[in-house]
């Protein structure tokens, strides 16, 4: 069974199949946000997918590891082996693709438990959490900035998952961490700021920043831990943040 050249077609096929054989797949990341928002599609929001992410349950990854081959993937031995519990890759040779699936957890810049959230959607993460994963990068880029303003303007904050941002459920994590909140808060900024470079309509804009706006409001407002207090003391006298090793390219050898 090959895989598809369309990576959206490719992410669908593969779903579909997962659902058929009862395995958890949830996608995350750029092709994640495509699925859920038609803005894009706009020529200036528009970017290349060069891989697909998942978050799959850890205790799973036994059938995962058996029905990425199925599908024409070739697993990445060695790295699968030292970071199975957490962690899988699988790559598409014919299309240079790689697939890269987090098991319950997602590591990054910062850490997210997912375990409890795949339920709650039927293809993709939640909205908030697709955001989330985009908002918690440090070293963030342009494909990332796209990816948040077609989710703002897309969708709506709100108190719930579904087709709404889940403004408390981000307000609450960015409050029980100082490290999230100083990550999430700096984007948000960045974000508001890059707005006008993606040929956006003035009613476009307005909407954005609106929802943007909404959302600081509802992580300065959500009651901050204890800890959070603490950590917020030392402030950026120390890193907050992880830096993860740049992403390996897809490879020939299945040893590698």
């Known amino acids: 069974m090959s895989a598809l050249p369309n990576v959206q077609d490719e992410a669908r096929r593969i779903l579909r199949a997962a659902s058929e054989k009862k395995v958890t797949l949830r996608l995350l990341g ?4 495509a699925m859920r928002c038609p803005s894009t599609a706009k020529d200036t929001l528009r970017r290349h997918y060069v891989d697909m992410d998942f978050v799959a349950h850890e205790k799973q990854s036994k059938a995962i590891n058996e029905f990425f081959p199925e599908m024409g993937y070739v697993p990445r031995v060695r790295f699968n082996a030292m970071n199975g ?8 040779i014919a299309n240079q693709r790689r697939v890269d ?14 375990a409890d959230r795949l339920a709650l959607e039927r293809d993709t993460l939640p909205l908030a959490d697709l955001l989330a994963t985009k908002l ?6 342009d494909k990332d900035f796209k990816d948040m303003t077609a989710l ?15 403004g408390a459920y981000i307000a609450k994590i960015a409050s029980n ?8 808060t700096s984007n948000l900024d960045k974000l508001v700021m890059r707005l006008e470079a ?15 706006r909404k959302l600081a409001d509802m992580i300065e407002a959500h009651p901050k831990s204890m800890s959070w207090k603490l950590r917020a003391r030392v402030g950026d006298k120390v890193p907050w943040y992880e830096l993860p090793e740049a992403d390996k390219a897809v490879v020939v050898s299945e040893l590698d």
């Open 198 to 212: 993606y040929g956006l309509s003035p009613a476009e804009l307005d909407v954005a920043r609106t929802r943007m």
């Open 101 to 114: 699936i987090f098991l319950d957890v997602f590591e990054m810049s910062h850490r997210f438990n997912f």
């Open 177 to 184: 961490d100082w490290g999230v909140y100083k990550t999430f």
């Open 85 to 92: 519990r957490k962690r899988l890759i699988f790559n598409d």
């Open 136 to 141: 918690q990068i440090f070293e963030i880029n």
């Open 152 to 166: 703002f303007l897309d969708h709506d904050v709100g108190q719930a998952d579904g087709e709404t941002i889940n």
């Open 30 to 33: 750029g092709v994640g946000v």
